[in-house]
Nanobody
Framework: QVQLVESGGGLVQAGGSLRLSCAAS????????LGWFRQAPGQEREFVAA????????LYADSVKGRFTTSRDNAKNTLYLQMNSLKPEDTAVYYC????????????????WGQGTQVTVSS
């Protein structure tokens, strides 16, 4: 079992930055791939970024490449999403998710989810 709790959301102006955190419980945190997804009102949940259990290269959606960076600290059981150059279209509830070992792009592949944190970018 893995429990996930996101934090760090808020209101920011376009062009600004935010860093989201996802604190995980569970002794086998390091064995899980971790992902970020987001969902805007009236839209489907979409992939943002993900990182496999051993870290290394992360996966990113085209819409956030070059602006967002995800990383993990296995010693702290924490996943991060650094978001720079934010745009109004980045406004959404951001969720972190976990699945065993290998990161994928698809929400259906992830077994554990946090409750989400709201990110609002004003123009």
């Amino acid at each position: 079992q893995v429990q996930l709790v996101e934090s760090g959301g808020g209101l920011v102006q376009a062009g600004g930055s935010l860093r989201l955190s996802c604190a995980a419980s569970g002794r086998t945190f390091s064995r899980y791939a971790l992902g970020w997804f987001r969902q805007a009102p009236g839209q489907e949940r979409e992939f943002v970024a993900a990182i496999s259990w051993i870290g290394g290269s992360a996966l990113y959606a085209d819409s956030v490449k070059g602006r967002f960076t995800t990383s993990r600290d296995n010693a702290k059981n924490t996943l991060y999403l650094q978001m720079n150059s934010l745009k109004p279209e980045d406004t959404a509830v951001y969720y972190c998710a976990a699945r065993y070992l290998i990161a994928t792009y698809h929400a259906r592949d992830y077994d554990y989810w946090g409750q989400g944190t709201q990110v609002t970018v004003s123009s």
